[in-house]
């Protein structure tokens, strides 16, 4: 099976560690190509590849102040990646609670759903 162009596809668009450290960098704060280079010690010509994928991406990942200069990610673009790291979670957290259900069940107590509730003590 073929691979999805990274400028088309969210996921592979995000899927090299040096596009994600640099969309976290410029997170933080309005980011000049060249503060990029410094501030993440990477060469020049791999943050300009790169920048050009996000700025080329059918999803529009990174703000644009001019073409040198980035202004932070764009959040309409990274919902699709956002609901689906959140159906995820969803998933976990249900795993979760089966295996906590399953663990007082074998103990004979009802587990606690909510950890952040203290035990009372009996006097």
Known sequence: MRRAATISDLFNAVAEPQR????????????????????LEFDQPSV????????KSDWSLLVAK??????????????????WAKSIEQYWA??????KERAGASSGRR?????????????
């Open 66 to 83: 001019d073409d040198s200069c980035f202004t932070g990610p764009n959040a309409e673009g990274l919902l699709p990646q956002h609901e």
């Open 20 to 39: 994600r450290d640099i969309l976290g960098f410029v997170v933080i704060c309005e980011r000049p190509v060249g503060g990029i280079v410094i501030g």
């Open 111 to 123: 587990p606690e759903m909510n950890s952040n509730k203290k035990e009372k003590k009996s006097d």
């Open 48 to 55: 300009s590849k790169h920048m050009g994928i996000y700025r």
């Open 94 to 99: 249900h795993q979760l609670v089966r295996i």
